[in-house]
């Protein structure tokens, strides 16, 4: 079943007598910072939630896009679950940023792959997931696609100020993910990482998809 991150850890923090000053000073947090988190007035990055996951035992679970975890019923105790918002569920591929480089518009059939995994965001047929290299689109705060992540890019779908893109660059043979910035008519591939430039498109760009889903296996 599916149940949220936040409710998880509230469950298994009661179960293991580990209590918001106990987390935060494992943390080096505040316990305010804590209690936000928990109260669902502020989002964690990822890599907060790996760790509060990490300190009350919690190990081996993929947290998706919308914050829900797959977790084995019995393993739940009194923790409330949360009803499927939709049944939806459609499966794509995983492939390489050079085959994402040499996607077209006109996709005939999908790529061969041995990795296939599942998503519940309403999507187009053409749709594929990459896994994230490198840290360039990794963040000390906010949204964070540390290496490793599952990034579903759907390449029916318009790009817009803002969005997570799958881009080809033509001076380049193969894909590369950023944030897509337009500021005054001029647009900029962004990483979130502000050790890395950012790019400005001058014709030298095509945006290949947006990215509309994202899953990471916390250990």
């Not at 850890?9 to 316990?31: D, F, H, I, N, W």
């Not at 996709?107 to 296939?116: F, K, L, N, Q």
């Amino acid at each position: 079943m599916k149940i949220s991150w936040i409710d998880l850890v509230k469950t298994r923090m009661k179960e293991a007598g580990v209590t918001q000053s106990m987390l935060a000073e494992k943390m080096g947090m505040s316990q305010s910072a804590i209690a936000h988190w928990l109260g669902g007035n502020r989002k964690p990055s990822i890599e907060d939630i790996a760790a509060m996951m990490s300190i009350v035992g919690i190990s081996h679970m993929t947290l998706g896009a919308d914050g829900l975890i797959d977790y084995p019923d019995s393993v739940l105790g009194n923790t409330k679950k949360v009803p499927a918002k939709m049944s939806y569920i459609k499966s794509y591929p995983v492939i390489s940023y050079v085959q994402a480089g040499a996607w077209t518009e006109a996709v005939e059939s999908c790529p061969s792959s041995d990795e296939w995994y599942e998503t519940t965001e309403r999507t187009s047929e053409n749709c594929f997931w990459l896994r994230v290299s490198g840290d360039s689109m990794t963040s000390p705060s906010g949204v964070s696609f540390p290496e490793g992540t599952l990034i579903l890019v759907d390449t029916a779908r318009d790009h817009q100020n803002g969005s997570f893109v799958v881009a080809k660059l033509t001076d380049i043979n193969e894909a590369t993910f950023k944030k897509l910035v337009i500021d005054a008519g001029q647009k900029f591939l962004r990483p979130l990482n502000t050790v890395y430039p950012t790019l400005p498109i001058n014709g030298n760009c095509k945006i290949i998809g947006v990215v509309v889903d994202a899953k990471i296996k916390i250990f």
